[in-house]
């Protein structure tokens, strides 16, 4: 099975490039190569090389002739060549054991790392609480460095109080004048009352005598008539006498 992937040429154009085998049937490969030990295509495989060695010693002892001489030789051989494969396999379980012990660390390294990760995030939630309750202070302060500039401006307190006391007592002054304004003003009031009731009085006295006065001219001036007219009525009668 071919696949393909791209590749980056030096003048940084895409390229096409083949596989003989795709990632998945590669893995087989290796995996396979390193159980059977043919990890190179070059030579007889070692565990061929191996069965053949056992296949001969199998032989060799089920032949009914008197061959120890070559049993033992064939023996000897398979023993040597079992030696020399199982080298590669006890290299290769220790490579094993090794990258066992090694993804147990990377997984312990990893659970720390996310460990860490954890604790460093909620570090940097307190962190970012302590920053905002240090703005917070930190305007507080601003504001009561605002306030103390305010009151230094301000005069001391003494001079200020001894001004208080200065206004209380002129708006003690100002109220005991208030009511002595009040005070004469309702005064003024009555004393404006009865002047006007005395001048309503003598208005209407003043009205009374002169009715009384012109009721007593009138009176005088008919009584005058009257006695005009009696002494006319006298000098008639007496010249007709």
């Known amino acids: 099975m071919l696949s393909k992937g791209r590749k980056v040429s030096s003048r940084g154009e895409a390229v096409t ?13 290796i995996k396979h190569r390193l159980l059977t030990r043919t990890t190179t295509t070059r030579g007889e495989p070692p565990l061929k090389k191996l069965q053949k060695k056992f296949t001969s010693f199998v032989l060799e002892i089920e032949k009914d002739a008197d061959n120890n001489g070559d049993c033992e030789k064939l023996a000897k051989a398979f023993l040597q060549e079992l030696s020399t494969f199982e080298i590669p396999l006890l290299k290769s379980k220790a490579v094993v054991d090794a990258n066992i012990r090694e993804k147990e660390n990377f997984n312990e390294l990893k659970d720390e790392i996310n460990r860490q990760i954890v604790q460093a995030q909620a570090d940097i939630e307190d962190l970012k609480k302590q920053l905002e309750e240090s703005k917070i202070e930190r305007q507080h302060k601003e504001e009561c460095e605002a306030i103390r500039k305010l009151i230094a401006t ?10 208080i006391s200065q206004l209380e007592k002129e708006i003690a002054a100002l109220d005991a004048e208030n009511t ?3 005070r004469l003003l309702e005064l003024r009031k009555k004393q404006f009352a009865l002047l006007l009731h005395v001048v309503d ?3 209407n006295t003043i009205e009374e005598e002169q009715k009384s006065l012109v009721e007593e001219m009138r009176i005088a001036t008919e009584e005058q008539k009257n006695g005009i007219e009696d002494a006319s009525g006298g000098s008639d009668a007496m010249a007709v006498d």
């Open 180 to 182: 002595a304004g009040s």
């Open 17 to 29: 490039a083949n596989y003989a085998f795709g990632p998945h049937d590669e893995d087989i490969i």
């Open 201 to 203: 009085e003598l208005q």
């Open 154 to 163: 301000q005069p001391p307190r003494s001079e200020t109080q001894k001004i």
